[in-house]
């Protein structure tokens, strides 16, 4: 079996070989963006294949999108450190077959792998129980984690403004702006400023 592992952090790439290398019967190829990742699907047709949410200058989910228009049967794993519904329910809305966290136990990572493999889709027990309740069609999900001024924050930034602009347009110091962008990077599971544009405009967030 062979699985494509997409990521920007090598140390990711790392811990997923290492993960992996006891199981003789898988074979992992690795990319860094986006760009390289289709191309090495188009080339190789992994038989899984495991997206990071946040990657350079585009989505996971474009990424998931491109590969499926190209070939509708490929088989994509979401791998994130966000643990909220609302992405789970966008990655199975992308056409994801299994959702994971990256602070899962491995054996959880290799069992998702199995399972989308064979053509089943993975979901832990408890992000199941998450999306049972998750009502996509109200102001919910990664909305709720947010304070006012966070949210306000997000959409300035969702808006082209930078840190410096936010600080005067809210009245607080640049310093609180970059304190509230480190929180929500950490409520979200972004890594950049444009991840959190990227988040806000893939939720529709005005």
Do not use: W
């Not at 811990?15 to 003789?24: H, N, Q, T, V």
């Not at 509708?72 to 979401?78: H, Q, S, W």
């Not at 399972?115 to 889709?121: D, F, I, L, W």
């Amino acid at each position: 079996m062979r699985v494509l592992i997409v990521d920007d952090h090598p140390v990711i790439i790392s811990g997923c070989r290492a993960m992996l290398s006891p199981y003789k019967d898988i074979e992992l190829i690795d990319a860094l963006d986006a760009d390289n990742a289709y191309e090495r699907y188009v080339a190789l047709r992994p038989d899984v294949v495991v997206i990071d949410i946040n990657l350079p200058g585009v989505s996971g989910f474009s990424l998931t999108r491109r590969i499926l228009h190209h070939d509708p049967d490929a088989r994509v794993i979401i791998f994130t450190m966000a643990d909220d519904p609302i992405f789970a329910a966008r990655a199975i809305e992308t056409g994801a077959k299994g959702y994971i966290g990256k602070c899962e136990d491995p054996a959880r990572f290799v069992a998702a792998i199995r399972a989308v493999a064979t053509g089943q889709t993975f979901l832990l027990p408890e992000m199941a129980q998450k999306l049972a309740f998750f009502d996509p069609g109200r102001r919910g999900g990664f909305l709720n984690a947010l304070n006012p001024r966070e949210l306000e924050i997000l959409r300035l930034l969702r808006n082209g403004k930078s840190m410096a602009e936010i600080a005067g347009v809210i009245n607080v110091s640049y310093k609180t702006v970059a304190n509230s962008c480190a929180n929500l990077k950490r409520k979200l599971g972004a890594r950049t400023p444009l991840d959190l544009v990227r988040i806000a405009v893939e939720n529709k967030l005005a």
